[in-house]
């Protein structure tokens, strides 16, 4: 079944590393936008804590987001972050509570 999902995604940023990590997340927004299953790609930085990053994205379906995985721009923003974060992405998929 198909049904929307949003993912939230959580990045910290070595200290210092703030500047490249926006920049790689940036660099992700006008291409995803162009994805067909995607709905909404809000990447974010915390006003009381810079070095985390959030992304608040919304996907008619969780295969659109699996496509998105594989394009190459998602691999970009992957490959230009390695090495800059303090630990792997917390990420959250979830679905309507209407759709439980």
């Not at 995604?9 to 006008?30: H, N, R, S, T, Y």
């Not at 974060?85 to 679905?95: D, I, R, S």
């Amino acid at each position: 079944m198909n049904e929307e999902i949003t993912v939230v995604a959580f990045l910290k940023a070595k200290p210092g590393a703030e500047q490249q990590v926006a920049d790689a997340m940036k660099a992700c927004i006008a291409p995803t936008l162009t994805e067909e299953s995607n709905l909404s790609y809000v990447p974010q930085q915390d006003q009381d804590d810079p070095q985390t990053f959030v992304f608040v994205e919304r996907w008619t379906s969780r295969q659109g987001l699996n496509d998105h995985m594989e394009t190459p721009h998602f691999k970009t923003l992957i490959a230009s972050v390695q090495g800059l974060l303090e630990a792997p992405p917390a990420v959250h998929v979830l679905k309507p509570l209407t759709a439980l």
